[in-house]
T-cell receptor, first 118, second 115 residues
Framework: GAVVSQHPSRVICKSGTSVKIECRSL??????MFWYRQFPKQSLMLMAT?????????EQGVEKDKFLINHASLTLSTLTVTSAHPEDSSFYIC??????????????FGPGTRLTVL | RKEVEQDPGPFNVPEGATVAFNCTYS??????FFWYRQDCRKEPKLLMS???SGNEDGRFTAQLNRASQYISLLIRDSKLSDSATYLC????????????????FGKGTSLLVTP
């Protein structure tokens, strides 16, 4: 149980385009989803916390107008990188925290999306 | 000062060796502690939680010293499949974070087990 999927797993796009990444909890309801970014040889950095039905909470230094987050249901959150530039190239990982005991204090991670902006 | 600090390694050890990783955290009010494993270009996966009393899962032993704000992971009888990056993760209140309590990740310690 506690499986999180992400789509797409890899995307290559031209500078200026927008890219949408989906994060789904497959077998549990996630009241909270998290979006992280990881640059090579760096630690995962939290970008934003997303609660179902409310606005996301962005970390300092993360532009909310550039990284649009929508958490419309208990099983789906999306991250849209708008007008992507080469410096946005990174590994984007989502995680989900469940409502039941199994996911109370544990975050389950999706497989990540590798974004390359040319 | 970083919230979570780890020796980046790499640690190159032969099969069968015992290897230990250390981690320190800065916030004494941290609540929960974990070791995650991350394979190259993959997502992190929970290896084990870390408790003050110490805990063991097969070949893996984790220890927490709250007084020293220090966490360790010991791997005995290393296997080739143990090669990965090991992330020290602390669940803590971060005053610099708009989310408040959040998982704080170390950069990870790289392990390579050789035949």
């Amino acid at each position: 149980g506690a499986v999180v999927s992400q789509h797409p797993s890899r995307v290559i796009c031209k500078s200026g385009t927008s890219v949408k990444i989906e994060c789904r909890s497959l077998d549990f309801q996630a009241t909270t989803m998290f979006w992280y970014r990881q640059f090579p040889k760096q630690s995962l950095m939290l970008m934003a916390t997303s609660n179902e039905g409310s606005k996301a909470t962005y970390e300092q230094g993360v532009e909310k107008d550039k990284f649009l987050i929508n958490h419309a249901s208990l099983t789906l959150s999306t991250l849209t990188v708008t007008s992507a530039h080469p410096e946005d190239s990174s590994f984007y990982i989502c995680s989900a925290k469940g409502t039941s005991y199994i996911g109370y204090n544990e975050q389950f991670f999706g497989p990540g999306t590798r974004l390359t902006v040319l | 000062r970083k919230e979570v600090e780890q020796d980046p390694g790499p640690f190159n050890v032969p099969e069968g060796a015992t290897v230990a990783f250390n981690c320190t955290y800065s916030n004494s009010a941290s609540q929960s502690f974990f070791w995650y494993r991350q394979d190259c270009r993959k997502e992190p996966k929970l290896l084990m939680s870390v408790y003050s009393s110490g805990n063991e899962d097969g070949r893996f032993t984790a220890q927490l010293n709250r007084a020293s704000q220090y966490i360790s992971l010991l791997i005995r009888d290393s296997k080739l499949s143990d090669s990965a990056t090991y992330l020290c993760v602390v669940h803590t209140y971060n005053s610099n974070s708009n989310s408040g309590y959040a998982l704080n990740f170390g950069k990870g310690t790289s392990l390579l087990v050789t035949p």
